[in-house]
């Protein structure tokens, strides 16, 4: 039986993993995807708003070429922390339960991408699993249509497509900068009076020179109402409108899976998305379950980032040696 088992290998989880191998705690990652995959589908091109030493995580310095780090040297960064702390990740392995055991501690199920069964066992379980698999959805008829995506990555397959871009917020303006740079003709749909006033200060000279310059369209104060096969119907201020288009970017944000952490037991605040902890060592009210990164923020996933995400895993460590001091006793 392990100590503990962290489930998600994102920078918070791999921060925690970093905090147990240095006091000397067996423990175990588990995670389905590839470690940071958050990163990994970022945008091909992003830059970070953070300077590298807040990204930092087991006292392993964080170098980069300028002064903000790119998604590549991010991803290279924490490989090279896996790989010089030996942190114990099993990659490409989806934990499908977490069930309680009478002994105390917990079972994990666990299934690999061949499909095989695994079984681990651990006296605390960490739940650090990130919000980008769940994108807020529009909640409208077509969106489920094979031409609208929640994610984007890069410009290219875009190039001479007309595209609609839902959202305001920096991930819309980065994406509307590089299709329209491509050659693809860009429409901004988004509910605000105007785009974020959280766009990263280096895009947003970009993006409204493009939309004073009319070389995007965009429409504000509006909402989606139905996505079809060839263009989009949105509800302006003016009444509604048709937008032809070949894509549909559905850029709204994402949000934890909270019905994860009811499984388990965790009592989760209908409201906010809030799972129910100690702010001093991040245990839920499910005795050796703690929560770790973005879930612990709920629906607001603006609160919490790698740079104060990060800061929670001594704290979480410190409370998983206490209760093995506890469980020694």
Same mark, same amino acid.
């Given at each position: 039986?392990?100590?503990?088992?962290?489930?998600?290998?994102?920078?918070?989880?791999?921060?925690?993993?970093?905090?147990?191998?240095?006091?000397?705690?067996?423990?175990?990652?588990?995670?389905?995807?590839?470690?940071?995959?958050?990163?990994y589908r970022f945008p091909t091109?992003?830059?970070?708003?953070?300077?590298?030493?807040?990204?930092?995580?087991?006292?392993?310095?964080?170098?980069?070429?300028?002064?903000?780090?790119?998604?590549?040297? $991010?991803?290279?960064?924490?490989?090279?922390?896996?790989?010089?702390?030996?942190?114990?990740?099993?990659?490409?392995?989806?934990?499908? $339960?977490?069930?309680?055991?009478?002994?105390?501690?917990?079972?994990?199920?666990?299934?690999?991408?061949?499909?095989?069964?695994?079984?681990?066992?651990?006296?605390?379980?960490?739940?650090?699993?990130?919000?980008?698999?769940?994108?807020?959805?529009?909640?409208?008829?077509?969106?489920?249509?094979?031409?609208?995506?929640?994610?984007?990555?890069?410009?290219?397959?875009?190039?001479?497509?007309?595209?609609?871009?839902?959202?305001?917020?920096?991930?819309? $303006?980065?994406?509307?900068?590089?299709?329209?740079?491509?050659?693809?003709?860009v429409t901004l749909v988004h509910?605000?009076?105007?785009?974020?006033?959280?766009?990263?200060?280096?895009?947003?000279?970009?993006?409204?020179?493009?939309?004073?310059?009319?070389?995007?369209?965009?429409?504000?104060?509006?909402?989606?109402?139905?996505?079809?096969?060839?263009?989009?119907?949105?509800?302006?201020?003016?009444?509604?409108?048709?937008?032809?288009?070949?894509?549909?970017?559905?850029?709204?944000?994402?949000?934890?899976?909270?019905?994860?952490?009811?499984?388990?037991?965790?009592?989760?605040?209908?409201?906010?998305?809030?799972?129910?902890?100690?702010?001093?060592?991040?245990?839920?009210?499910?005795?050796?379950?703690?929560?770790?990164?973005?879930?612990?923020?709920?629906?607001?996933?603006?609160?919490?980032?790698?740079?104060?995400?990060?800061?929670?895993?001594?704290?979480?460590?410190?409370?998983?040696?206490?209760?093995? $001091?506890?469980?020694?006793?």
């Amino acid at each position: 039986m392990f100590e503990a088992c962290i489930i998600g290998a994102g920078p918070c989880g791999l921060a925690v993993s970093a905090e147990l191998k240095r006091r000397g705690i067996s423990h175990v990652v588990i995670e389905k995807s590839c470690i940071v995959s958050t990163i990994y589908r970022f945008p091909t091109q992003m830059v970070f708003n953070s300077t590298p030493e807040r990204l930092e995580i087991g006292d392993i310095p964080f170098y980069t070429e300028r002064a903000k780090p790119t998604r590549m040297e $991010a991803l290279n960064y924490y490989r090279a922390v896996v790989q010089r702390l030996a942190l114990p990740v099993r990659q490409y392995e989806e934990v499908t $339960a977490v069930e309680r055991l009478d002994g105390g501690g917990f079972r994990i199920l666990s299934r690999t991408l061949s499909g095989r069964t695994l079984e681990t066992e651990a006296r605390a379980v960490v739940v650090a699993t990130g919000y980008f698999d769940h994108p807020n959805m529009l909640g409208v008829p077509g969106e489920n249509l094979p031409h609208v995506t929640h994610y984007y990555r890069d410009a290219h397959p875009y190039y001479g497509q007309r595209v609609v871009i839902v959202g305001g917020t920096n991930s819309a $303006a980065e994406a509307a900068i590089d299709l329209h740079r491509v050659g693809a003709t860009v429409t901004l749909v988004h509910r605000g009076p105007a785009m974020s006033d959280k766009i990263k200060p280096w895009v947003k000279p970009d993006i409204q020179s493009l939309l004073d310059k009319r070389a995007i369209d965009a429409h504000f104060r509006a909402r989606v109402a139905e996505i079809r096969a060839d263009g989009v119907r949105i509800e302006t201020l003016d009444g509604p409108l048709e937008i032809p288009c070949d894509h549909v970017l559905a850029l709204t944000g994402y949000h934890p899976d909270t019905s994860f952490l009811e499984r388990i037991g965790v009592d989760v605040c209908r409201d906010t998305g809030i799972p129910v902890h100690d702010e001093a060592t991040y245990e839920t009210n499910v005795p050796g379950v703690f929560v770790a990164g973005v879930v612990v923020s709920g629906f607001d996933a603006n609160r919490i980032f790698i740079e104060n995400g990060r800061l929670q895993a001594p704290r979480i460590a410190d409370a998983i040696a206490s209760r093995m $001091a506890a469980h020694v006793r």
